[in-house]
């Protein structure tokens, strides 16, 4: 589900021509769709292949592949979903962004699903390059037999590889990717083309009547069987989360002219392969070239999962900064690897953590078979949510009747929810991996907004309103607070309130700032705010000023920036001699809070791995001065 790059200006991407931004989005978009080939057809065939697979069997089998990708990826992604999206953006947290913007009574329902989505999402994000690399290095055992003991340490070398160049930023190789995997799309279409003459009975797939049959007549195993065919629509969520990246008009134009076809014909080549050598089965991609292609093949094959695996992973980098944006993850450091672009973005825990996870599938499941059990249900699980958030997004925004809205999409949710079932049943055989991993995603994301929201309320209750305060420290009496020269810059998270750390600084050091500015930075459901619509000033007295910062969820929080913007509309400071004052709280667990006792704790130590405001705002180092306090959670 990759979005790597994002401007930070509100300019449309179609600056670049449409082709351009068409073959861009076939690396970033589509690399994990086209890398499915590889092993979806092969593992549906596992469950019908016991006694051998009749010529109806087959048909079906690409019949219902051939269906999957054209009402999932066609109708409800390409066609439909690339339309909801938020001023541009898509994806399942920026669906949620804008549902709650339209407020209504779902809410904590709408929330708890976009968690669950982007925790789905997260659990993906290591799978996916674990799973694709496999499949990918295991093509060797076909050109050298005696490689087979080397495909792990290959596939986890690849895999490090992968994770250690992140912090180089992708701009470099990113201007290859659309172009290697756009070869690889005709060299997968190009070698289906050669297998169809095989046996030209397999175009019976195109009729969706063979699909049907196929279902009807294996009963349960047939449900097994479409756990697996549901391997060929994984990476159809990348197309939604990366909207804001190219654009609905390049991903879809990139789609029908050539991923889309590619993927049928060779789909159908492998069909007619097993069909015309039925001992193909066993691994009917790479069995479709001759011997002397099978190196490149693999080469190329390694090559675009590697291009997949990046973009899932830029994928999760942008949707924790949209969470920790969005109030559901505590600050992390996100490092900027484009001096242009902020979209190219590196959060070194992220990364650390996806390391760890990736290997650690790679070594406890070992190949790619008993990988893709695993992988189904986060895929299935995350386009669940996103029909159901869809249901909402039609029914609020396009004002569609609710008998129509249902009409529409209870017929896709009713076929992804079997697609569900297929996968659940796999939950022992290391699908409970995803589901265990989502669980903990979720569990963080909540516990981080419940908490936040307990402690602005304890810290309300003992917070000293800003109206009443600055008429009381004005007055000049014999206790008056010492006067010093310069401007003090207070952050607080709540503008209507004195902040803890002025407070602290009166009452210690008994002194005033001659100008005194209060300081909320407030992240809105927007992607982007434009430049003009950054600050909002209000003078509450001579010596105090109010000052409202607002930032999109995709932009960068860059105060000392903003701050030189105001001064161009005469603001009139200077920032060498203003001080930035922090309130530092410590936190002590209360089984009184509210929240149970380990949720407490588990708040407290998300925010402690908090990076330091000072950092994350982008504050002039030398300049700030934390004042702590201690508050009972």
């Known amino acids: 589900m990759g979005h790597s ?24 978009v589509y690399g994990d769709i086209g890398t499915s080939p590889l092993y979806a057809f092969r593992e549906a065939l596992k469950p019908i292949s016991h006694d051998g697979v009749t010529q109806a069997e087959i048909i079906g089998l690409i019949s219902l592949i051939i269906w999957t990708l054209t009402i999932i990826v066609t109708i409800k992604y390409v066609l439909f979903l690339l339309r909801a999206d938020n001023d541009g953006e898509g994806g399942t947290l920026a669906l949620l962004a804008l549902l709650t913007k339209t407020g209504n009574g779902h809410k904590a329902f709408l929330m708890l699903l976009g968690l669950i989505g982007a925790a789905l999402f997260l659990g993906d994000a290591m799978i996916t390059p674990a799973l694709s690399v496999l499949s990918a290095v295991e093509g060797l055992k076909l050109v050298a037999p005696t490689m087979e003991n080397a495909i792990l340490p290959i596939s986890i070398g690849i895999l490090i590889g992968i994770f250690m160049i992140q912090s180089k930023g992708t701009g470099l190789v990113a201007r290859f990717f659309g172009p290697i995997t756009a070869l690889w799309f ?85 069909g007619a392969l097993v069909l015309k050598h039925p001992e193909a089965m066993s691994d009917p991609f790479y069995l479709m070239f001759p011997k002397w292609a099978l190196l490149p093949v693999v080469i190329l094959a ?127 055989d290391g699908g409970y991996v995803p589901v265990m991993m989502a669980i903990v995603f979720t569990i963080v994301m909540w516990t981080w907004k419940r908490g936040s929201a307990i402690l602005f309320d304890k810290t309300r209750r003992i917070d000293v309103p800003l ?55 407030r992240t ?41 913007q105001l001064r161009k509309s005469g603001f009139k400071f200077d920032i060498m001699s203003t001080s930035f004052y922090l309130g530092r709280r410590k936190l002590i667990p209360d089984a009184e809070s509210g929240m149970p006792m380990w949720q407490d704790r588990l708040f407290i130590a998300l925010a402690n791995t908090a990076t330091d405001p000072s950092d994350y705002f982008r504050l002039p180092a030398n300049r700030v001065v934390e004042l702590g306090s201690h508050v009972i959670i």
């Open 302 to 428: 390694t090559a675009a999962t590697i291009i997949a695996s990046q973009a899932v992973i830029t994928g999760a980098f942008s949707l924790v900064r949209q969470g920790i944006h969005l109030g559901y993850l505590p600050r992390m450091q996100i490092l900027f690897t484009s001096e242009t672009n902020t979209g190219q973005i590196f959060l070194p825990s992220v990364n650390t953590l996806l390391l760890v996870g990736v290997i650690a599938l790679v070594l406890g499941f070992g190949s790619s078979e008993a990988l893709a059990t695993a992988y189904g249900i986060s895929v299935t699980g995350a386009m669940v949510v996103t029909t159901l958030m869809a249901f909402e997004f039609v029914r609020l925004r396009w004002r569609w009747p609710q008998s129509f809205a249902i009409l529409t999409l209870a017929p896709l949710l009713a076929l992804e929810l079997v697609f569900l079932g297929a996968n659940l049943l796999k939950v022992h």
């Open 467 to 521: 109206e009443a305060f600055i008429p009381m420290i004005e007055k000049k009496g014999e206790h008056a607070p010492v006067t010093v020269p310069g401007i003090a810059i207070f952050l607080t998270s709540d503008p209507e309130t004195a902040p803890a750390a002025l407070l602290h600084n009166i009452k210690h050091n008994h002194v005033l700032h001659e100008k005194n500015v209060v300081l909320t930075i």
């Open 186 to 270: 005709i060299v997968m279409g190009a070698g289906g083309i050669a297998h169809i003459f095989d046996d030209l009975s397999i175009l019976a797939a195109f009729n969706p009547l063979h699909a049907v049959e196929f279902m009807l007549r294996e009963g349960f195993i047939g449900i097994v069987v479409l756990g697996a065919v549901f391997l060929t629509v994984t990476g159809a969520e990348a197309l939604y989360a990366d909207l804001g990246h190219f654009g609905r008009r390049p991903i879809q134009w990139a789609w029908f002219l050539l991923v889309f076809p590619a993927l049928t014909l060779n789909y159908l080549g492998q």
């Open 524 to 564: 809105i459901n927007k992607p982007r705010v434009s430049s003009r619509d950054r600050f909002k000033v209000e003078k509450l007295s001579e010596r105090f000023t109010l000052i409202e910062l607002r930032f999109g969820f995709m932009q960068t929080h860059n105060v000392s920036q903003a701050l030189a």
């Open 5 to 28: 790059t994002y401007s930070d200006t509100a300019e449309e991407p179609r600056s670049q021509g449409l082709f351009a931004l068409a073959l861009g989005s076939v690396g970033v």
